[in-house]
C-alpha cells in the first residue's frame, strides 16, 4: 500500500455477507440520522452528507471518508457532564416537577377508581342491580376518561385480541389512533372492561414444589403420576439399576422426588451399583473440594483474573434473580464456574456456560427442602448440605458440557455448525416461514445462536427447563443432537406470529421475546414429541436436508 490508490483499494467497502457479521438495525434504539435531531451531538468539524450529484448522495468508498461524514453520541467527548449540560439547557426543573406532580395524581385516581371497581365486582348478587343504576348516574367528564385512557396504554398494548379499526386501517396501539376520536375512550373502556372479565390464570412459582405442574397450576398428584412415581421407585431400589429402563420412564419426565437421584444416574456421576453411590459421592466431593483448595486462590493472578472478573459480572444476570443474588448462592457459582474453567483450558470460560449451572444446583437443593426456591433463603441450609450440592452441581454440569465442549472452543464452531444445520432443517419442514425470515433478511445466527448457547434456558421458565432436561438425559446425545430438533420444533411452534412480522424489527423482537412465561408440562410435552417426530425422520437420513 505505497500509494494513495492502494489505500482507497484497502478501505473499500466489502458487501460480502460473512456468517455472523454485525449490521447495522435501524429502530428504536438505533434511528437513522437526522441533522435537525442530531446538530448538538455533532462536533463543529462534523458535516452530514452532501450530495455532489443532484438527487444522488456521494458513496464513502474510503475510510477517510466515512469517517468524515459519520457523526454520533461518542463524538460529544469523554466527558458526561457536556450531555448532562446539554440537557440542561432545555429542562424547566419547575415544568418538570409540575408535569410529574400531575402524572402522580393521575396515577393515583387510577388506582382508586379500579379497587372500586373490584370491590363492586365482589361484592353479592343482590346489589348488583342498584349498583349498576348507579354507575349509570355517575358519568366521569371526557377529560378524566383520557387520563385514564392514557394511563392504561400499556396494559392494552400486550392485549391478545386485535384492537378495533381506526379509519381505514388497523390500529396496532392506542398511540397511533388519531388523537381526540370520538371513539377512543369508549374503545379503551371496552377493552378494559373485557380485559376485566377474563378469568386470571394462577401464577405458575419458577420450579414446582411437589409434582411438576401444568398449565392449570393445580399442585395435586393424579393418580397417574403417583403409578409413575411407584415405578421410579421400583426400578431405583434394586441393587443394580436398570439404565435403560430408567431412560425409558424419565422420557416422559421425571417426579420431583426422585429427579436428584435420577438425574445423578443419567449424567453417569453416579454408578448404576447402588452399594458403591455413598463412597462415589464420598470420594467425588472430597476430590472437588481438593480443586478448591488447590486452585482458588489463583482467582485475583494475573492469568485468571479476567476469567474471574467475567464470571462475576456474568452471576448477577441469570436467572432466577431471587437465588443468584444470594450472597452464599454467588459464591457457590463462582467456585464451580472458575474451577471448570480452569480445568478446561481449551475453551476457558464462555458466556452461556453460567446458565447451565442453575438447572443442577436447583434441583439437588430441592433433595432437601420443600418450600419453593425462589422465596428460600439457601444460607439457612447447613454448611455440609451446601457443600454437597456444589460439589454435585460441579461434577453433573462437567459431564454436560464434556458432550458439548466445541460449542465453547475458539469460534464456537459447534454452534456454527448446529445453526447451519437448523436452517437447513426448518427450509425443508416449513419453507414458508423460512422464506419469510430469508424475505426480511433475518439471519438464523441473529436469534438461534442462544438457543444453542444457552441451550433454550433464556426463552423457556426454569420448570420447563427442568423438564426438558429430563428428556435431554434420557435421550442419547440429548444436548448435543437432539436439541437441534427441539430448536426446530420450537421455531415452527411460533409460525403464526412469525408470519404475521412484516419487518426485520419486529421478527428480531419476537424471536428474542417469545410468549412463553406461561409454558408448562404440557407445552413442553407437545414440543419433545414433534422434536422426536422430526428427529425420526430426518436424524438417520442426512440426505432429506438436500431438496
Not at 26 to 42: C, I, R, T, V, W
Not at 60 to 70: G, M, N, R, V, W
Not at 497 to 503: G, P, S
Not at 514 to 541: C, I, Q
Request: net charge negative.
Amino acid at each position: 500500500m505505497s500509494g494513495d490508490g492502494s489505500k482507497k483499494q484497502f478501505w473499500k467497502r466489502n458487501t460480502a455477507k460473512v456468517p455472523g457479521n454485525i449490521q447495522h438495525v435501524y429502530g428504536a434504539q438505533h434511528p437513522p440520522f437526522d441533522p435537525l435531531l442530531h446538530a448538538n451531538l455533532m462536533k463543529a468539524g462534523n458535516k452530514p452528507p452532501s450530495a455532489t450529484t443532484p438527487g444522488k448522495p456521494k458513496k464513502a468508498t474510503t475510510f477517510q471518508e466515512f469517517e468524515s461524514i459519520t457523526s454520533d453520541a461518542w463524538d460529544v467527548g469523554d466527558d458526561d457532564d457536556e450531555l448532562l449540560a446539554m440537557a440542561a439547557q432545555n429542562l424547566n426543573i419547575e415544568v418538570v416537577m409540575e408535569t410529574a406532580n400531575k402524572v402522580i395524581a393521575n396515577h393515583s385516581k387510577l388506582r382508586e377508581r379500579r379497587q372500586q371497581r373490584m370491590d363492586k365486582m365482589t361484592e353479592p348478587d343482590e346489589k348488583d342491580g342498584q349498583e349498576a343504576h348507579e354507575e349509570e348516574e355517575e358519568e366521569p367528564d371526557e377529560e378524566d376518561e383520557r387520563e385514564e385512557g392514557a394511563e392504561t396504554t400499556t396494559d392494552l398494548s400486550f392485549s391478545s385480541e386485535a384492537l378495533p379499526l381506526s379509519g381505514n386501517r388497523l390500529v396496532k396501539s392506542h398511540s397511533e389512533a388519531p388523537v381526540g376520536s370520538p371513539k377512543e375512550v369508549g374503545v379503551e373502556q371496552a377493552v378494559l372492561h373485557r380485559q376485566q372479565s377474563l378469568p386470571h390464570r394462577p401464577a405458575i412459582p419458577l420450579v414446582p414444589r411437589i409434582v411438576d405442574q401444568n398449565t392449570s397450576g393445580t399442585p395435586a398428584m393424579s393418580e397417574r403420576e403417583a403409578s409413575r412415581l411407584d415405578k421410579f421407585r421400583q426400578v431405583l431400589a434394586g441393587p443394580n439399576t436398570d439404565l435403560e429402563e430408567l431412560r425409558k420412564l424419565s422420557w416422559s419426565g421425571i417426579p420431583r422426588q426422585v429427579r436428584p437421584i435420577t438425574w445423578k444416574l443419567l449424567t453417569g456421576y453416579l454408578p448404576a451399583n447402588a452399594e458403591r453411590r455413598e463412597s462415589t459421592l464420598q470420594r467425588k466431593r472430597q476430590e472437588y473440594f481438593g480443586f478448591i483448595e488447590q486452585y482458588y486462590d489463583s482467582r485475583n493472578d494475573e492469568h485468571h483474573q479476567d476469567t474471574y472478573r467475567q464470571i462475576h459480572i456474568d452471576i448477577p444476570r441469570m436467572s432466577p434473580e431471587s437465588l443468584v443474588l444470594q450472597p452464599k448462592v454467588t459464591e457457590i457459582f463462582e467456585r464451580i464456574l472458575f474451577i471448570w474453567a480452569i480445568r478446561h483450558p481449551a475453551s476457558g470460560y464462555v458466556q452461556g456456560i453460567n446458565d447451565l449451572v442453575t438447572p443442577f444446583f436447583v434441583v439437588y437443593l430441592f433433595e432437601y427442602i420443600e418450600e419453593e426456591v425462589e422465596n428460600f433463603n439457601v444460607s439457612s441450609l447447613q454448611e455440609e448440605v451446601l457443600r454437597n450440592i456444589e460439589a454435585d452441581s460441579f461434577w453433573c454440569m462437567s459431564k454436560l458440557l464434556d458432550g458439548i465442549q466445541d460449542n465453547y472452543t475458539f469460534a464456537q464452531p459447534g454452534i456454527q455448525r448446529k445453526v447451519k444445520a437448523l436452517e437447513e432443517l426448518v427450509s425443508r419442514i416449513d419453507e414458508t416461514v423460512h422464506c419469510h425470515m430469508q424475505q426480511y433478511e433475518v439471519e438464523y445466527l441473529q436469534f438461534a445462536f442462544r438457543w444453542m448457547n444457552n441451550l433454550l434456558m433464556r426463552e423457556l421458565p426454569l420448570r420447563c427447563t427442568i423438564r426438558l432436561w429430563d428428556t435431554y438425559q434420557a435421550e442419547p446425545e440429548g444436548f448435543s443432537h437432539f436439541h437441534l430438533y427441539v430448536c426446530a420444533a420450537f421455531l415452527v411452534r411460533w409460525r403464526k406470529e412469525i408470519l404475521e412480522e412484516k419487518d426485520f424489527q419486529g421478527l428480531m423482537i419476537l424471536l428474542q421475546n417469545l410468549p412463553t412465561m406461561h409454558w408448562g408440562n404440557e407445552e413442553v410435552s407437545v414440543l419433545l414429541a414433534e422434536a422426536y417426530r422430526l428427529k425420526f425422520a430426518f436424524a438417520d437420513a442426512p440426505n432429506h436436508y438436500k431438496r
